[in-house]
């Protein structure tokens, strides 16, 4: 009898595994659909806004939808003191370090596809957070798909920046705040799908926002005031994008899909960022892009369905 229960139980329990890692996959993909928009959107938002008012003021305008979506469901308005490192972490990560980093770089001339396929590395950063930081262990079939990934981005980069013959400084520049992007993203990821493992993902990217909110506020009037601005309806419509989805609505399933599906598994999807973002970039700005940045977009997709078909 113990032994045909033990059957049974096994039985149950897989079928659950799985559908919570196609759910979690499901969901981040969701995450990464919003988020590949976002270059873009910054894009659009520069050209009448500071990088740094847009970097700092999509945060603050976020922080404030946070803490009235938090006041209508009638929750505390700060997380459980206990998490406040890990909030800490978070908001260097995606609340500042992120948008700004990533901002900057274009401000310097980086190309919203040249941006998108660097930032193709942050899957591989996230999979080693998710390691480091919340204990998982992916298969090496993952490893290998995941480090496949990163070196066709690898490659891209040093032979797209060796091309540049003008603004070589600027290009090395840009590199390096995208790679301050990727980074700063991975730790906010990681922390952030920890703590979606017991708080839904929408409270998770809120509290980080509203504990943001004595910086965000005060710095985003303060650059309102001082740098100038011309609202256009691109600048405008791409502020209000980053600020509504890239900063808040996308971490919703994003969180909710790293909690379910695995922080390194569900991570992944992210690969198919830099597909997404290069259709934006050619449908929204006639973005122009040669072909070693299809092939490297293709071959990070083949990545990503690898890395899926493995179990962490």
Not at 226 to 254: K, N
Not at 288 to 312: D, E, I, K
Request: a positive charge.
């Amino acid at each position: 009898m113990n032994s045909k229960d033990s059957a049974i139980v096994a039985v149950a329990v897989a079928p659950t595994a799985g559908r919570d890692a196609a759910r979690g996959t499901a969901l981040a993909f969701l995450g990464v659909l919003a988020f590949s928009g976002s270059f873009p959107a910054t894009a659009f938002a520069m050209r009448g806004l500071d990088p740094w008012l847009v970097g700092v003021g999509r945060a603050a305008v976020a922080g404030v939808i946070a803490l009235a979506c938090l006041k209508a469901a009638r929750l505390p308005l700060v997380p459980p003191r206990s998490h406040w490192p890990a909030y800490a972490v978070i908001s260097a990560g995606v609340v500042f370090g992120f948008p700004v980093f990533s901002g900057l770089a274009l401000h310097l001339g980086a190309s919203t596809s040249h941006a998108a396929v660097v930032i193709a590395l942050l899957p591989a950063a996230t999979a080693t957070g998710a390691v480091l930081r919340a204990g998982e262990r992916p298969k090496p079939l993952f490893w290998a798909a995941c480090a496949a990934g990163a070196a066709a981005v690898t490659a891209f980069t040093l032979t797209q920046g060796a091309a540049v013959a003008a603004g070589a400084a600027s290009a090395a520049w840009a590199d390096v705040l995208l790679v301050g992007a990727l980074v700063s993203a991975a730790a906010g990821y990681t922390e952030g799908g920890r703590l979606s493992r017991d708080t839904p993902g929408w409270q998770v990217i809120s509290y980080a926002l509203v504990l943001s909110l004595p910086l965000t506020a005060p710095i985003t009037v303060v650059l309102a005031v001082t740098t100038p601005i011309d609202p256009t309806p691109d600048a405008l419509a791409g502020f209000a994008y980053v600020s509504l989805i890239s900063m808040f609505l996308g971490f919703i399933p994003w969180y909710a899909g790293l909690a379910s599906g695995g922080i390194a598994r569900a991570g992944q999807t992210q690969l198919t960022q830099p597909l997404l973002t290069l259709l934006w970039a050619w449908t929204l700005m006639g973005e122009r892009y040669g072909a070693a940045t299809v092939v490297t977009a293709v071959a990070v997709l083949v990545c990503v369905a690898v890395t899926q078909r493995t179990r962490a």
